[in-house]
């Protein structure tokens, strides 16, 4: 298999990182052009991967294409390349849903779109896949778990908690200015944190069969500090305010189809 990319940026270079600390790491790998000084890095680091002249050479390279630029500029890129109808094309591209890519593309390839992370480049990837498809959820099995999804609003609502993201690291920077403003240095109170919510993601990792909840409860005696904590929340609005702001991203989400 001969992997092409179109459009070198972040999430190319994660890709391509990833794969070449796994079985993967001497498949050849054809990137276009752009982002120059990314393509080149890229190249220069492995001796797999090559730069192609243009997208439309990237394709001529390729079996399996990843779709990864900006959807901006989607329509125009893909409509001016000609696939052939073995090409197997994953597309990255952000609020472009699958019928578009099709009619676009113009020819009878395998389809699919996914949601990689940009820690896929460490092989700690969560990456949504939709609809199925084994070739793309055994990529990205390799760069961390895969999780493919039947339908459209499955993959949409992965794609709303990816938004967590941004708030996971707005909860440690509260906590720690917290500890700051009580006396506490940031970084020791960063440290401390950074510590103890990684730990945390292992505990849930090592538990799958356990809900959140039971594990939270575990992490709660009755009475305590835990307890109190997350009971404050809750009668704050914290946990409605995180299931508003959910609600609003998959409606704009929705809204892009
Ligand atoms: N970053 C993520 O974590 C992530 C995760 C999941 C999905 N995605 C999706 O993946 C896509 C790419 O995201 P990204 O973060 O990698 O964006 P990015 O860093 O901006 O990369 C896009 C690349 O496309 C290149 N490009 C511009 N015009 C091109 C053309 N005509 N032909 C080929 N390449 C062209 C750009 O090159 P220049 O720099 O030269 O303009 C740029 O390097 C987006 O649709 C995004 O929604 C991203």
Do not use: C
Request: aromatic share 8%.
């Amino acid at each position: 298999m001969r992997i092409g990319f179109v459009g070198t940026g972040e999430i190319t270079q994660a890709i391509v990182t990833g794969l070449s600390k796994t079985d993967l790491g001497a498949t050849p790998m054809s990137l276009s052009p752009r982002n120059e000084i990314i393509a080149a890095g890229l190249a220069g680091r492995y001796s797999n991967v090559t730069v192609a002249s243009d997208n439309q050479a990237v394709l001529d390279n390729s079996d399996l294409v990843f779709l990864a630029i900006r959807p901006q500029i989607a329509e125009e890129v893909v409509r001016a390349l000609a696939f052939r109808d073995t090409h197997h094309v994953v597309s990255l591209v952000g609020a472009t849903p699958l019928d578009r890519l099709t009619t676009w593309i113009n020819a009878k390839v395998r389809l699919s779109q996914a949601i990689p992370l940009p820690f896929v480049a460490t092989l700690n990837g969560a990456t949504a896949i939709h609809p199925p498809d084994e070739v793309a959820a055994a990529i990205f099995s390799r760069l961390g778990k895969a999780i493919e999804v039947g339908n459209k609003a499955e993959y949409d609502l992965l794609g709303a908690a990816s938004a967590l993201m941004g708030t996971y690291f707005g909860i440690l920077e509260a906590g720690t200015k917290w500890l700051e403003n009580k006396g506490l240095s940031y970084d020791s109170g960063r440290a401390y944190l950074n510590q103890m919510f990684g730990a945390l993601s292992d505990v849930a990792a090592q538990a799958p069969e356990r809900s959140f909840d039971e594990i939270r409860s575990e992490f709660s005696t009755k009475g305590g500090l835990n307890e109190q904590v997350y009971a404050n929340f809750v009668a704050d609005g914290g946990v409605r305010a995180l299931s508003d702001a959910l609600d609003g991203v998959f409606s704009r989400i929705r809204r892009s189809d």
